[in-house]
């Protein structure tokens, strides 16, 4: 801060001479200080920011002023300067990020948690899950397990309406240890086999089935063929049960077409072991005996009533022939009730939702049924359902007619058919 002095000079005029005043350097002040107000205005101590000094002006001479002797100007008013206040840098506001829509993502639930499901409908679905992946497994066990064998005639005749299977029960006792076989009351194995049964299914085209069972004492034509032991053979009449044991199945099923007109499109073979084991492994079949039996053959003995049979006494009582007075034909009717009520017991919850008893009878069919060289499990299962059918009475259970069931022929007591009535049913299932 600058002051001047005024001198009279010599000429009596006044001369202001400024006067430097050394320069100190500015204190610091704190960075909060007090400013007091004059009277008027209303005092308040508040808080400032630190001052800044400025630097110091250079002096600038002041050129002496003319003054009339008269008047002595009075002494200017110096105010004091308006402190500085140094504004705080401002901060730069943080650029803010748009905010984005709320995106909810679906829950993923691992077991736990709540389900869009309630609780029975889960466990209703896990079950029919396992019981679906069960018969998956079921069916590739059964495909990988199935015995084949040749089955298709040597000379085989045009297809026909519908679809036919040919049922076979063979007198094989193959798989059965000498102990099983005393105990079955099977005699031993002569080597040649004949069959026991023979059932002739039709499926038509609306999946309607007909069950036609063929005596094995029937009295018919077997084709020219060449035997097992290499001999050539000349048409001739036979019982055909000789076809199986002179050709095995192949003959055997050229026999039937060629007294049929039918085609036969698979073809299913059965043996003693067979009946047995699956009888067992469907907890027995329930049948009705119309009478005492006893039977020395057989082994058979059983009182007259509905009853359930196990595999052994079911497997006696569809091989009994001598102890029935029907003979051949009483022995066809049996094997059929015992067809339709295998395939009843088959169909109750207690054996189709039992995994350990399905098992048991998918393992007891493959180890000793054979089904032809052509036939998958699918074809088996179009079998099953037709069988389901005759066993509900949807169907239709009948057997060959005939005019003689024991009549003397050349091949002994034979089954001699009514060829009018007989060709009248196969013509009606679509034979050529």
């Not at 001052?51 to 003054?67: G, T």
């Not at 009853?307 to 029935?324: H, P, S, T």
């Amino acid at each position: 801060m600058e002051s001047t002095v005024y001198r009279r000079g010599s000429d009596g005029k006044i001369v202001g001479t400024p006067e430097a005043k050394p320069v100190t350097e500015t204190p610091v002040e704190p960075i909060f200080s007090v400013t007091t107000y004059r009277a008027g205005e209303i005092g308040q101590t508040q808080a400032q920011p630190k001052i800044v000094a400025e630097k110091p002006q250079p002096v600038i001479p002041v050129q002496p002023v003319s003054v009339q002797p008269t008047s002595v100007p009075a002494t200017p008013e110096v105010k004091a300067p308006s402190p500085v206040v140094a504004q705080a840098p401002v901060a730069k506001p943080k650029p803010i990020a748009p905010k984005l829509p709320e995106i909810k993502m679906p829950k993923i639930s691992f077991g736990k948690g709540k389900s869009r499901y309630p609780r029975p409908i889960r466990y209703i679905r896990n079950i029919v899950l396992a019981y679906l992946g069960f018969y998956i497994v079921l069916g590739f066990h059964a495909a990988s397990s199935l015995d084949k064998m040749p089955a298709s005639a040597n000379v085989a005749l045009a297809d026909t309406a519908g679809t036919n299977w040919l049922l076979v029960g063979s007198d094989s006792r193959e798989g059965l240890t000498k102990a099983e076989r005393k105990e079955l009351h099977t005699g031993k194995d002569e080597g040649s086999q004949r069959t026991d049964t023979i059932m002739l299914i039709h499926i038509d085209d609306s999946g309607k089935s007909t069950l036609v069972s063929l005596p094995r004492d029937s009295y018919v034509t077997i084709p020219a063929h060449i035997a097992l032991d290499g001999s050539s053979v000349e048409d001739r009449k036979n019982k055909i049960n000789t076809a199986y044991g002179k050709g095995g199945a192949p003959l055997l099923v050229e026999t039937i077409e060629r007294n049929t007109g039918l085609h036969i499109d698979h073809y299913m073979e059965v043996g003693f072991k067979g009946i047995r084991d699956i009888t067992d492994a469907v907890g027995g079949v329930n049948m009705c005996v119309p009478a005492d039996v006893t039977d020395e053959n057989s082994g058979l003995s059983l009182l007259a009533g509905c009853q359930e049979l196990d595999g052994k006494n079911a497997l006696a009582y569809v091989r009994m022939r001598y102890a029935d007075p029907k003979g051949d034909l009483g022995r066809v009717e049996r094997q059929q009730q015992y067809l339709s009520s295998v395939m009843k017991k088959v169909a109750t919850p207690a054996v189709l939702l039992n995994p350990i008893s399905m098992w048991k009878l998918v393992d007891a069919g493959t180890e000793s049924v054979n089904v032809g060289e052509s036939d998958s499990v699918m074809d088996i299962g179009n079998l099953a359902r037709a069988m389901r059918g005759l066993s509900n009475g949807s169907g239709t259970l009948t057997t060959v007619p005939v005019t003689d069931a024991d009549a003397n022929t050349a091949a002994g007591s034979s089954v001699i058919w009514d060829d009018a009535a007989a060709r009248e049913l196969f013509v009606s299932l679509g034979a050529n």
